[in-house]
């Protein structure tokens, strides 16, 4: 369904005997968050003036003593919850201020919105597509626990390789053994893949909410890791795809039985989760990063922009690996994409060329370095202005490099720019370096300063102040 105007869904509701309306919007650091209020409540002046709510109480967005804020809907969002007893309709909304209906600066909806607007104000291109592949682990069960006198997690899994010597299951079931070996987990045909099953539960719902599938698959890491992909989307469109991919993937496992977490490393030993981003510039209809005489294909537009993500990777990564664990990934020995070149076929470069053959509106650039625990729509617009940025300084990348950089002799390796090594760093690269994110109004000053202090006072500091059980096997007995 797509709607254009507030007459359209308030008829859909009526005609459908639609009971509820969903409203939901996203926080600063990505969660989405929604209420429901009745659908006859949803009429074409609710759509018009808004509905309020109190923003002092949603992370990263104001202060009590400014804390009224207005939600407007973004119609052709709707979409019914195949989760919902009660029949009802989710509707993505967008922050306004509640005094002036001037969008919020603060809301990521809006910020993405914004980048879409500054790319066609540009004239460089009107469209960037994206695609993004989330990688997930789905666990049996999930314990962890933080106070003065203790910290611990433990997850489990059926198919965990630790569990390969115990007589029954996580779930109770006898154990038949095919548990998967700690980075065997790419392909491997059931038994050994548990999960074939859920996935393709998963998948029918994707596609009765309207995501275009393309594959689905066990991943590399034991333990249930997994990947379902789904075609590529304009960028405001593809971060929402992303929230209801995350809500439906989450949902039916829990339905299940079973839980799911996107967080980039469950599992100290073994492969993280990434979401390698892959996009495209497109003008009138035209893809533009496509030039056969080129490197891998790609013309000057696409190299440029190459390099301005490469460039601006410290800042872009503080919202695309916006969490402490991301950082767990983002080491050597675990196809994680650590540095900065770019690179044909070869995954072990931050930036790849897919293999498109010779068909112009299939080239794109694949960026690896990004996983799913942060915010879609601040990630993708920050990847998309750096690009922007390299364009129009015609920014050009380290030399292409063809080889296992995981392998380089000492020293060609010591020549390869290096991805940030923790949160840390990329929000100090951030402070440094974001007048590329300020242009066209698309980030403030003012977000880029509230989401920095908001990871150093709810994320950093929380965890410096706390041992860790590896701390105490390490030092107890000095």
């Not at 008829?11 to 969660?31: H, N």
């Not at 601040?378 to 292409?400: C, Q, S, T, V, Y």
């Not at 007048?435 to 698309?442: A, I, N, P, R, Y």
Request: aromatic share 12%; with cysteine; net charge negative.
């Amino acid at each position: 369904m797509s709607f254009t105007s507030p007459a359209e869904v308030v008829k859909y509701i009526e005609e459908e005997g639609i009971e509820f309306v969903d409203v939901r919007f996203t926080d600063v650091p990505g969660t989405e968050q929604h209420f429901t209020i009745p659908a006859s409540a949803f009429d074409e002046d609710a759509a018009a003036e808004g509905l309020a709510f109190d923003g002092s109480s949603i992370r990263g967005f104001t202060t009590i003593d400014e804390s009224d804020m207005t939600l407007l809907p973004d119609l052709g969002t709707a979409k019914i919850d195949p989760f919902r007893k009660a029949k009802t309709l989710n509707i993505k909304f967008f922050v306004h201020d509640p005094f002036t209906l001037e969008p919020f600066s603060r809301d990521p909806r809006n910020i993405a919105r914004k980048a879409e607007e500054y790319l066609q104000s540009t004239g460089i291109a009107d469209t960037c597509f994206f695609g993004a592949e989330a990688e997930f682990y789905i666990f049996d069960s999930v314990k962890f626990r933080t106070d003065a006198h203790a910290g611990y997690y433990e997850v489990d899994s059926v198919e965990g390789w630790w569990n390969r010597g115990k007589d029954e299951n996580p779930d109770g079931s006898p154990n038949l053994g095919y548990k998967t070996r700690m980075k065997g987990g790419y392909f491997p045909v059931a038994p050994y893949d548990h999960y074939q099953d859920l996935r393709d539960e998963m998948c029918k719902h994707l596609a009765d909410a309207g995501f275009e599938l393309e594959r689905q698959h066990h991943e590399v890491g034991t333990g249930g890791q997994q990947e379902i992909n789904y075609k590529f989307n304009s960028m405001l469109h593809a971060a929402d795809d992303l929230q209801s991919f995350k809500y439906i993937i989450k949902n039916v496992a829990w339905r299940n039985g079973k839980s799911v977490t996107f967080m980039p490393k469950p599992l100290a030993d073994d492969n993280g989760s990434g979401m390698h981003a892959h996009m495209s510039l497109w003008k009138d209809g035209k893809p533009l990063f496509f030039d056969e005489s080129g490197y891998g294909g790609l013309s000057d537009m696409a190299r440029y922009f190459i390099g301005g993500i490469l460039e601006h990777a410290g800042a872009v990564l503080a919202f695309t690996n916006p969490t402490l664990n991301s950082y767990h990934r983002l080491v050597k020995g675990f196809e994680a994409p650590i540095n900065l070149v770019y690179s044909q076929r070869n995954r072990s470069a931050a930036v790849r060329i897919p293999i498109t053959g010779s068909n112009p509106k299939a080239k794109r650039v694949e960026f690896r370095a990004p996983d799913p625990s942060g915010n879609p729509y601040l990630g993708f617009a920050a990847m998309m202005m750096a690009g922007l940025d390299g364009i129009k300084n015609r920014i050009e990348p380290h030399a292409p490099v063809d080889k296992d950089l995981y392998e380089l002799p000492p020293e060609e390796a010591a020549d390869i720019p290096q991805a940030p090594t923790s949160l840390e760093a990329s929000l100090a690269a951030l402070r440094e370096d974001h007048e590329f994110l300020l242009e066209g109004d698309v980030f403030t000053e003012d977000l880029i300063e509230t989401y920095i202090d908001y990871k150093y006072t709810t994320e950093i500091e929380p965890v410096r102040l706390r041992p860790t059980p590896q701390e105490f096997e390490m030092y107890y007995d000095c």
